[in-house]
């Protein structure tokens, strides 16, 4: 009886096994989804959800703005923003989502951003035409030093002499511009790095920023847009040939992440050989400076010992001295008169 009981729960733990795997099913990945899925009108909420999440603002997209990142190729990702877009407020938002380590990857989204902004800009607009602008940087490498995932970078001017003061529009501007600081109407930039991510979602953006890691979404997760998520990038939902080519492209992006890592040591396994001779080579110098200073310490080892028996025979020499001398004294008190050769 205890046997069969053991065999029933093991029986229920795969099916809740079996349970918590289809609620928790693998999806489409994001960045692949983004490039594809994701421009269509219909599925705006996906994008919209997450941005909402982030911005801490309900965000509708308008459309989706021609970008150099409209194209095929699956590498385009790893050079060019993956999709840009505009909401009703005329603001423009980049989204970047980054495998691959740059060191120079802060000034990328500064070029980013630079670039969206003079591609809106038509020769003699004015300079209020020019748009607020959203980089969005989703980041699957350590980007810079820090220990948390989810960073937000902004422009404030701040008083030199009261830091506390920031400066804020005239009542002329606010009348164009809105209630805002001056620094509200530069750039920001937000950055999830999301190998950072420890996978315990706190709250709705934790649990996009899972989705984003791990390519899936809890049945208890409740952030906008990942509803929208599960239903569309469900794999299984796909068309024979949207399968073909999501399955040829995550292929082709392992193998291109293998490259990269093989590349790296590569690199590195020639920078050790390069350099291992010659470290051998100054290990031995070392090794050689070792021995003669051993040799050095050794022969003022027995310098001391030859100065330590040269003291000691002194001593006794002197202490034989002192015995002759006490003996020459005796010797004159006893007989003053008497000349002692």
């Not at 229920?12 to 989804?33: H, I």
């Not at 994701?38 to 801490?56: A, D, I, Q, Y």
């Not at 020639?270 to 080579?281: D, V």
């Not at 202490?319 to 004294?329: C, G, S, V």
């Amino acid at each position: 009886m205890p046997q069969k009981n053991s065999n029933m729960e093991s029986i229920e733990e795969d099916k809740k096994s079996d349970a918590s795997e289809k609620r928790e099913r693998q999806l489409v990945s994001f960045d692949w989804a983004i490039k594809r899925l994701l421009r269509n009108k219909t599925n705006f909420e996906v994008v919209e959800g997450f941005l909402s999440e982030l911005l801490n603002s309900e965000i509708t997209i308008t459309n989706v703005l021609e970008s150099e990142s409209n194209k095929e190729h699956s590498h385009d990702k790893y050079n060019r923003v993956d999709i840009v877009v505009e909401d009703t407020e005329g603001e423009v938002i980049l989204i970047e989502l980054q495998f691959i380590p740059e060191v120079d990857y802060f000034q990328r989204m500064l070029y980013g951003v630079s670039k969206a902004i003079s591609e809106r800009m038509i020769q003699g607009d004015r300079y209020m035409e020019v748009k607020k602008i959203y980089s969005i940087n989703v980041v699957y490498f350590d980007l810079g030093r820090g220990n948390g995932y989810a960073y937000h970078g902004k422009t404030d001017f701040r008083n030199i002499y009261d830091n506390d003061e920031i400066l804020e529009l005239s009542d002329k501007q606010r009348n164009i511009f809105g209630p805002v600081e001056a620094g509200d109407l530069y750039p920001e930039y937000y950055v999830l790095k999301i190998n950072k991510f420890n996978d315990i979602a706190k709250n709705t953006l934790d649990e996009w920023i899972y989705f984003l890691k791990n390519d899936r979404i809890k049945e208890d997760f409740k952030a906008k847009g990942l509803l929208k998520a599960r239903e569309i990038l469900d794999y299984t939902r796909l068309s024979p040939v949207e399968k073909s080519v999501y399955d040829h492209d995550q292929e082709d992006k392992s193998r291109y992440l293998c490259e990269i890592a093989t590349a790296k040591y590569e690199g590195e396994f020639e920078i050790e050989k390069k350099y291992s001779k010659k470290i051998e080579e100054q290990n031995k110098a070392l090794e050689e400076q070792r021995k003669a200073l051993e040799e050095k310490d050794k022969a003022l080892e027995e310098k001391d010992k030859s100065l330590e028996e040269q003291r000691k025979a002194l001593e006794k020499k002197d202490k034989e001295n002192a015995k002759l001398r006490e003996q020459l004294a005796e010797m004159t008190r006893i007989s003053p008169d008497k000349q002692i050769e």
